[in-house]
């Protein structure tokens, strides 16, 4: 299908910086210095390679003022070469800019500053211009963040230097100088991340992992051809030395399959039903491999420098049993991440001690308190915050075999809530935090006689209401039973992003549940 809903803006291949010492003294303009660690990486990187800085962000002076006082507190940085221009944007300062780093939050489309700008980088491109670094790229719609950290987990355990970044929060431009041809990067890559990217030519990692497609982000995008043309791009410059890995059970991984022109491996739920494709596999509670491609006796893989590493026969193996996360997408992000490793030569047994120890990552399945009721009775608290999309819920409703009690609901993002609505009778309780999305989803509910609490308008008074519940109905409970805030649903009003959501929730879960 072509899509005619959105333009995709193509950048110049050209960096305007030949080298690193080419930054000194040249006008730099960061467009959106934020709270979350990608601006204020790139305003400490240009001001320590010298640069004159114009910092610009609609957000006023008091909303950035941890970042704010964070870079003015830097003894390496020389303030007298920064500028900030807050709570607004002045053309000129695009226009007479050397270089614009903007922030891949801000679409290109009908931007008059940008359209003014003679040269825009991201942290991303300009990374990948000058790192030497084996590039491990993630992207997808559900389970980038849990993936990377699970390979990064792994690489690190098995004695690589490893280095992590991207829409995980960490920008690599922090750890730019440390990279080598020898230290491999894992990047969590965003769809608004990977678009920055296009034309640019910058981005050819030696392995990619497209995690699950659903829809999301269609309030910026408008179609899901839109959106999964941004995620293309994570393989759009491999050659068949590169590896590309990407879901066997769903439409969008045979696309992937089909058009990258890196090595393909596949990844599933189930064991295949076939040795008719290169791939890892789930099996009740094992993970498992197999390498052979139909008609053959032998595959060969190869590590991040292009030698032959390993020959393996036709009979699968499991790699993988005995792990602490739990939910059956966790155990998926867990797989690719054990592939990684054994695709590098890691031996199975050593993929098995080293991955069985990944405890997960903040705000994704995350446990964090637990609540005697009575002495026989405990609840325990689970943050999932960075569940924003109803599929992500809805799997995090299926990941506990004890019963659960489920908080969600918060803004829309122009998506489906039926894949929520649809296992929300699974829950023994829902309580619905307030939104744009709770507003989608809470008709679905009465059509299915649903019963919910709610919905509130600030977290505070969901959880009074929750020990409320709890308290009230603790007769009717098993010995252990789950309370989970897994969204399915953005953050905007309430809180600032899913992670000042999560932090929210534990505060006040542990205040209030002492």
């Not at 226009?95 to 940008?114: M, T």
């Not at 992992?209 to 759009?236: C, E, F, R």
């Not at 066997?248 to 295949?272: H, L, M, N, S």
Request: with cysteine.
């Amino acid at each position: 299908m072509t899509d005619t809903t959105m333009n995709h803006h193509e950048y110049s291949k050209d960096c305007f910086f030949s080298s690193l010492a080419d930054i000194k003294d040249k006008k730099i303009t960061i467009m959106g210095l934020g709270l979350n660690g990608g601006g204020e990486a790139s305003a400490r990187f240009f001001a320590k390679h010298g640069a004159y800085l114009t910092i610009t962000d609609m957000k006023t002076e008091d909303q950035l003022r941890s970042t704010l006082d964070a870079l003015e507190k830097d003894p390496e940085i020389d303030q007298s070469r920064i500028r900030y221009v807050l709570g607004t944007h002045e053309i000129g300062d695009f226009s007479e800019a050397d270089v614009v780093i903007k922030n891949p939050g801000v679409k290109f489309d009908n931007n008059i500053y940008l359209a003014a700008a003679k040269h825009i980088e991201t942290d991303i491109s300009i990374f990948l211009r000058f790192t030497k670094a084996p590039i491990i790229a993630v992207t997808g719609s559900k389970g980038k963040s849990s993936t990377v950290s699970a390979i990064h987990y792994g690489l690190t355990q098995a004695g690589y230097t490893s280095f992590l970044g991207g829409n995980i929060t960490v920008s690599p431009l922090t750890f730019l100088d440390k990279t080598t041809q020898d230290t491999p990067v894992v990047l969590e890559l965003s769809s608004w991340q990977l678009s920055d990217l296009r034309g640019r030519k910058v981005l050819k990692p030696k392995i990619c992992i497209l995690t699950k497609i659903v829809p999301d982000h269609q309030n910026w995008y408008g179609s899901m051809d839109a959106y999964v043309a941004d995620k293309k791009l994570i393989y759009a410059d491999q050659d068949s030395s590169d590896i590309t890995i990407c879901a066997a059970d769903d439409q969008w991984g045979d696309v992937f399959a089909k058009e990258t022109k890196g090595t393909v491996i596949r990844y599933a739920p189930k064991p295949f039903s076939a040795l008719s494709e290169k791939g890892a596999w789930i099996d009740n509670e094992c993970l498992g491999w197999s390498s052979v491609p139909a008609h053959h006796s032998i595959c060969n893989l190869y590590n991040l420098t292009g030698t032959e590493l390993l020959k393996k026969t036709s009979e699968p193996e499991i790699i993988l049993r005995d792990l602490i996360v739990p939910g059956q997408h966790m155990r998926e992000n867990v797989l690719n991440a054990a592939l990684i490793l054994h695709i590098l030569g890691t031996k199975p047994l050593n993929i098995q001690n080293i991955m069985k120890g990944f405890p997960g990552i903040p705000h994704r399945l995350e446990f964090f308190h637990s609540w005697n009721i009575n002495q026989n009775k405990k609840i325990l608290f689970y943050n999932d915050s960075a569940a924003t999309v109803p599929e992500a819920a809805a799997a995090a409703l299926g990941s506990f075999e004890k019963p659960v009690h489920l908080i969600c609901g918060g803004t829309d993002k122009v998506l489906d809530f039926i894949p929520l609505a649809q296992c929300a009778g699974k829950a023994c309780s829902i309580h619905l935090l307030a939104g744009t999305g709770t507003e989608k989803l809470i008709p679905m509910l009465k059509a299915k006689s649903i019963s919910y609490e709610g919905p509130y308008s600030s977290l505070k008074d969901l959880l009074l209401n929750l020990k409320r519940y709890l308290s009230v109905h603790s007769d009717n409970y098993n010995q252990e039973e789950i309370a989970v805030l897994s969204p399915g649903a953005t953050s905007f009003g309430m809180f600032m992003n899913e992670f000042d959501r999560g932090n929210s929730f534990k505060r006040a879960v542990t205040d209030l549940f002492c």
